[in-house]
């Protein structure tokens, strides 16, 4: 039985995503998709609503399960049983990270292999950041996230812009 991980921030989970999980899913027996940490990154969600969005996007896909981890992606992977690393590439831009990501973390634990799914050509222009732009100004996300979640993105992402442009104009009048 071959198991694979994809792993990512999800902050939230795109079309994008949903690509190469739907597309992952049919390659190995059993799919994880790990929600992990790049401490680089500022988040919108938690970890648990972004568990909650992977699960609510994929719950017609039999063989999948979502986890998180707070620590480095090598670790777990061999704290759990699993063959191999899954990463979608959207454009040759892509490419250089994903390359150091790779090899780091073989580096960590050379048993962590990672193979690449090329990103179908209508989604390699789809990122979070895009999406949680287009939600904060109420634009329509129905194009680019899975239509069981693009309500309660909207709502948060809009709801939350909306708090820090009325922070932001109060602040404004206080000076
Ligand atoms: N289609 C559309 N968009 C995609 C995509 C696809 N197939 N694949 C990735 N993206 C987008 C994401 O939406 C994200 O967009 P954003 O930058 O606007 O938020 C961007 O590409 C980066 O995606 P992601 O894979 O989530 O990279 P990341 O840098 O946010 O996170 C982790 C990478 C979380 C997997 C990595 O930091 C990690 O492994 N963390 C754990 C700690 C660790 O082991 N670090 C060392 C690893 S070298």
Not at 83 to 94: C, E, P, Q
Not at 144 to 155: D, F, K, L, N, T
Request: net charge positive.
């Amino acid at each position: 039985m071959k198991t694979a991980i994809y792993p990512g921030s999800f902050d939230p989970v795109t079309n994008g995503h949903m690509d190469i999980i739907q597309r992952a899913s049919t390659m190995f027996d059993k799919l994880i998709v790990v929600v992990l940490i790049n401490p680089l990154k500022s988040y919108s969600f938690s970890i648990p609503e972004r568990v909650k969005l992977l699960s609510q996007a994929t719950k017609g896909i039999k063989n999948i399960e979502i986890d998180s981890y707070d620590g480095l992606l090598a670790d777990y992977f061999k704290k759990h049983d699993v063959d191999v690393i899954v990463k979608g590439l959207r454009a040759t831009s892509d490419f250089e990270y994903e390359f150091q990501m790779a090899h780091t973390n073989k580096d960590l634990n050379p048993k962590a292999e990672t193979v690449f799914i090329p990103a179908t050509a209508n989604t390699t222009f789809i990122s979070s950041s895009m999406v949680k732009q287009v939600a904060m100004f109420g634009g329509d996300l129905s194009k680019y996230v899975p239509a069981v979640i693009h309500e309660e993105i909207s709502r948060k992402l809009t709801r939350e812009f909306a708090q820090k442009r009325k922070a932001a104009a109060e602040k404004r009048g206080e000076e």
